[in-house]
């Protein structure tokens, strides 16, 4: 490793903290997301319901950091994928921490998958990660939706009530402001909020457990069913599934 260059930490947690913090101390304003974030944002008393491991790092940031984060990433250990950042440097980062094996997916200004999820800017909710109510979107939003991230779902609605603010809850009606101006975001959300009721019958829960969960769910769909729809949003809804309403994003993992 080159003189000067720091060496991620083999910890995944710790190494996201660590990037953060770094980040901070530098004025460019590090933000987690994904199934680590959701991990990290659990209250310390609370335990998930649903273990898993994290092998990634996803971060957010501010378009106008994009330089500042390349060469803070290069610093601080990890390599970056030249040509993917060439090509789609604008929207999104690669790097690479080969003596841990994981990667760092960099979102720049917005988050885009299946569909665009917008993201508040700092100062809204944790220091560390997006709020709660994005990183709920960020996973109901995946069309494919595989068993980690159904557990990521489950895990943050477990460990966070709902309410209409931000601060350590999930703003639900953040959430349903959202969907109610995008007709294609409502209706993945509501085919993972179906998954969602399926996987928490399923399960191997208690009932307090199973309870929480569902009151929830349930809380959360009634919101973002009540919430009034934009004229675009019905529109949209009259066409309903015969068009295709989400993109299929290109796998780099």
């Known amino acids: 490793m080159p003189v000067g260059m720091r060496e991620p930490i083999p910890d995944i947690r710790e ?3 660590r990037l953060v913090t770094v980040g ?4 460019i304003p590090l933000r987690l997301l994904g199934g680590l974030a959701i991990e990290l944002s659990r209250p310390p008393a609370q335990k998930p319901l649903f273990e898993r491991v ?15 984060t390349r060469e803070l990433l290069s610093q601080e250990g990890y390599t970056p994928d030249q040509e993917f950042n060439a090509l789609h440097g604008r929207h999104r980062l ?5 003596a841990n094996t994981r990667q760092v997916d960099v979102f720049v200004g917005k988050f885009a998958m299946c569909h665009t999820v917008p993201v508040r800017g700092p100062g809204i909710g944790p220091e560390s990660t997006i709020p709660l ?11 494919e939706l595989n068993a980690k991230d159904q557990s990521d779902i489950l895990n943050l609605l477990f460990c966070h009530e709902l309410s209409d603010h931000d601060d350590g809850t999930v703003n639900v009606r953040y959430v349903a402001d959202v969907c ?9 959300c509501k085919l993972n909020v179906d998954r969602s009721g399926e996987a928490i019958a399923a399960a191997d829960l208690n009932d307090a457990a199973r309870g929480t969960l569902t009151r929830r769910l349930n809380g959360l769909w009634e919101r973002i069913q ?11 809804d009259r066409v309903g599934d015969r068009v295709r309403w989400y993109e299929e994003p290109d796998d780099i993992g």
């Open 54 to 68: 994290y092998k990634d790092i996803d971060l957010i940031i501010r378009p106008k950091d994009a330089r500042e």
């Open 94 to 98: 690669l790097f690479y921490d080969d």
């Open 226 to 236: 009540a919430t009034p729809k934009s004229t675009k949003w019905r529109l949209r």
């Open 133 to 143: 109510a994005e990183l709920l979107l960020t996973k109901l939003q995946i069309i």
């Open 180 to 188: 109610a101006l995008d007709w294609g975001l409502w209706r993945t």
């Open 24 to 27: 901070r101390d530098s004025d």
């Open 15 to 17: 190494e996201a903290e």
